[in-house]
């Protein structure tokens, strides 16, 4: 009966779709189909007659679930199944359960920044001294904390530690604070939902039997309470259906747990284990790349992973002289393609570790008039005049958030000083107000001068105006908030570039808010638009429908596909990042992080990095990332660009592979020339022989590339260097011979 449905899937994708009750586990590599074996079941389980309302699909962003949604649609017009993330989902349930967590169902959701804002204020006002460790590493271990389900009562710092100590005095304070302002952050979503769901049978069994199918994609990237929920509302209806790759978990800094996978088992016994074999995204060389890669992981099980696509192009490896280089090539090598019509500007995407690499690729492709889009949604709802145009909307949605108020009190300016904001504080603290009821009573402030006390009145009355107002659309109500505040006339007037770019920024934002009014039409309110922009995740940006070029981080390109992806700045320090340095752990998490990014491509790859690269104000030789060394060179195109003024001569091989398999097909990262200290040259074996004595048309031997024969020479002393052809697949190399084990046949 459903045929057409399933006629487009594999065996192996069709019994995981077609798994009706009882927990199920789908185990697969990347391009395998688990996302697609979600939307395909969840369309099954439609037709079979299941309610759309008993259907639950947890994602991990927003964008991954309006994609889901409309493929759900496509499949079975006007299904509404809920689909969303996880903190989504905990935030609309604990809306509903607020009270019994000790909120008021208006509460704010605190982004990071906000978070970390109330939590300073919150030390400061305590008064404690953090001695070495910062805010942010306080924030840290809080979070750790909710993640683990520790609540401030039972939190207890380990033996001996310091910073521990310090959490043990800060979070209850904080956590108090948050509750105060009627605000959480995104670990307390969580954190209230599963402690809610464990401390109330009943509610617990309403979710359960309401939710009686639930679904995770990407479970691998869940943590312990995200974990909880799901098992939680999945007892008595135990439909849980997880689909995840080990080798694709990238959030362990989240608190992502790769043992999730295991417990799985373990909590349900009965579980039916699906595993997909078969990629449908990738030619068979950047499989094989990839495949590569990840076996130098140890904390691994091995998978199976073949495609019947195409062998496809080899994979290149290119070096480039600097950045700018490596942007204008590859925006030349985009434009190229554009314009002999091979490609649209869709079909690219460039990848890079952090977001502060964008800026060369911007520029080149606007250089060439090629259309972008930079995803990073997180940090356009991070730009402070979003911030501030939004803190009026959340104060007018949440008169007690603080936090808000105290961002907009004297922005624009108002002529509030920072004085009176700390005499308005500490009033408010000695009465149990929250700000903004004390500025209501600024004229009981004996301290405020007339003047001062007449500043607030307007600000009281201005926030009474416009919550007045508060009744149509968000984006009406987002106008209103921009004239009657005297914002945008505020940024009108200003000077300075950046206020005109605020400007337009603030006319996106207004686009943002039309588009939520249209999507969810009569549901429209201006708690779920706040709920939605503080929820925003990177992705969530990224608009597929436009023919531009994409540019975003290896994080945000999880579960994406593209078929022409540049991964570009594979340096050590950025790729494995800095912090892995001295973890294991973490080491072997970015070469995770460098296979999402490798399996995201269709047809064609190319991976990079710079000799030289400007980061962080300063210009800096690098060293080549590690994980080059662990990509197979028989699918690999080296390139290396005639500007690069130590590379060319220095493929050779310098340390093994960790697996003694992966021996002699691996290739190996050039060796640093000009940035090595000087080093007594190592002579060739056989003691005699100097560089200066080879000569062309020698037949020479290498340890691990075998017999060649010299092809070119060129340069003199310890400079001298021999082009070697291998013949075969390894083809001519590079050596400098003083410092290359090269001897004589
Ligand atoms: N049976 C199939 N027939 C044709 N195309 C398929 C089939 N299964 C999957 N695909 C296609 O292969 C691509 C990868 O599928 P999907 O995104 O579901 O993989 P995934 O396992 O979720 O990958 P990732 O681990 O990267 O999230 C998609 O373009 C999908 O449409
Ligand atoms: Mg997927």
Not at 205 to 219: C, G, K, N, P, Q
Not at 321 to 329: G, L, P, R, S, V
Not at 584 to 599: H, K, N
Request: glycine content about 6%.
């Amino acid at each position: 009966m459903h045929d057409d449905l399933l006629a487009r899937l594999t065996p192996a994708q069709r019994e995981a779709v077609t798994h009706v009750e009882g927990p199920l586990l789908v185990l697969a590599g990347p391009g395998s189909g688990k996302t697609r074996v979600i939307t395909y079941r969840i369309a099954y389980l439609l037709r079979l007659g299941i309610p759309d309302t008993s259907i639950l699909g947890l994602t991990f962003t927003n964008k991954a679930a309006q994609e889901m949604q409309s493929r759900v649609q496509q499949l079975v017009p006007g299904a509404r199944v809920w689909l969303g993330t996880f903190h989504r989902f905990a935030a609309q349930t604990l809306r509903k359960y607020a009270n019994l967590v000790g909120l008021e169902s208006h509460f704010t959701i605190y982004d990071k920044d906000d978070s970390l804002r109330a939590l300073r204020s919150v030390i400061a006002d305590a008064r404690i001294d953090l001695g070495s460790y910062s805010p942010e590493a306080v924030a840290h271990a809080i979070s750790g904390a909710k993640s683990a389900l520790l609540t401030p009562q039972n939190y207890e710092p380990r033996d001996g530690s310091p910073l521990g100590e310090l959490v043990a005095r800060i979070y209850p304070l904080y956590q108090e604070r948050l509750r105060r302002s009627n605000a959480v952050d995104f670990d307390d979503l969580l954190m209230y939902l599963a402690l809610l769901l464990r401390q109330s049978p009943e509610i617990r069994h309403r979710l359960d039997a309401t939710y009686r199918f639930v679904m995770v994609d990407e479970y691998q990237d869940t943590n312990l309470v995200q974990y909880a929920i799901a098992r939680a509302i999945s007892v008595e209806y135990p439909n849980l259906a997880v689909t995840g790759d080990p080798d694709q978990s990238i959030y362990g800094w989240r608190g992502a747990n790769l043992n999730n996978i295991l417990e799985f088992e373990k909590d349900f016994p009965n579980v039916r284990v699906v595993r997909l074999e078969q990629n449908y995204r990738s030619t068979k060389r950047i499989l094989a790349v990839a495949a590569k890669l990840i076996a130098h992981n140890v904390r691994r099980k091995e998978k199976d992973l073949f495609t019947d696509n195409e062998e496809g192009r080899p994979v290149r490896l290119v070096t480039y002289a600097d950045n700018q280089e490596e942007a204008e090539d590859i925006a030349e090598q985009i434009a190229r393609a554009i314009q002999r019509g091979e490609r649209r500007p869709r079909d690219f995407a460039i990848f890079y570790r952090m977001n502060a690499l964008s800026r060369g690729f911007e520029i080149a492709l606007r250089e060439r008039g090629i259309p972008y889009q930079i995803v990073n949604g997180v940090e356009f709802f991070q730009r402070k005049e979003i911030k501030d145009v939004i803190a009026y909307l959340q104060l007018i949605n949440n008169p007690r958030d603080d936090v808000a108020f105290l961002r907009v009190i004297n922005t624009p300016p108002r002529s509030i000083g920072e004085t009176s904001v700390r005499r308005l504080r500490e009033f408010a603290a000695a009465h149990g107000l929250c700000l903004l009821e004390a500025a209501r009573r600024a004229d009981a402030i004996p301290e405020f001068s007339l003047r001062t006390m007449g500043a607030f009145r307007a600000f009281v009355n201005l926030y009474d105006r416009l919550v007045a107002a508060a009744q149509g659309s968000v984006e009406e109500l987002l106008g209103l908030v921009l004239t009657e505040t005297g914002y945008r006339e505020y940024l009108e007037r200003s000077q300075h570039m950046e206020d005109q770019e605020r400007l337009a920024n603030i006319e996106e934002l207004l686009t943002v808010a039309r588009q939520f009014d249209e999507r969810s039409g009569e549901a429209a309110s201006l708690e779920s638009f706040l709920e939605e922009t503080s929820l925003v995740s990177d992705t969530d940006a990224l608009d597929e429908s436009a023919d531009r070029v994409t540019l975003m981080t290896l994080h945000a390109s999880k579960g994406l596909e593209f078929p022409v992806v540049f991964l570009v700045a594979c340096e050590q320090g950025i790729l494995p990042h800095e912090r892995s340095r001295n973890d294991m752990d973490e080491l072997e998490e970015e070469r995770r992080l460098m296979f999402v990014g490798i399996t995201r491509a269709k047809q064609e790859l190319q991976i990079s990095m710079a000799e030289y690269r400007d980061f962080r104000g300063q210009r800096k030789l690098t060293i080549p990332s590690q994980f080059l060394m662990e990509l197979p060179r028989e699918h690999l195109e080296i390139i290396t660009s005639s500007r690069v003024a130590t590379r060319p001569a220095s493929w050779v091989g310098t340390s093994p592979a960790p697996q003694s398999v992966f021996r002699g097909s691996t290739w190996e990262a050039p060796r640093r020339t000009s940035a090595m200290p000087p080093s007594p040259p190592r002579r060739a074996q056989g003691g005699a022989l100097t560089p200066d004595d080879f000569v062309l048309n020698m037949s020479v031997v290498h340890p691990r590339y075998g017999v060649g024969r010299i092809v070119a020479l060129s340069g003199s002393g310890d400079a001298r260097k021999a082009t070697v052809d291998f013949g075969g697949a390894i083809g001519k190399m590079k050596f400098i011979l003083s410092q290359s084990p090269l001897r004589p046949k």
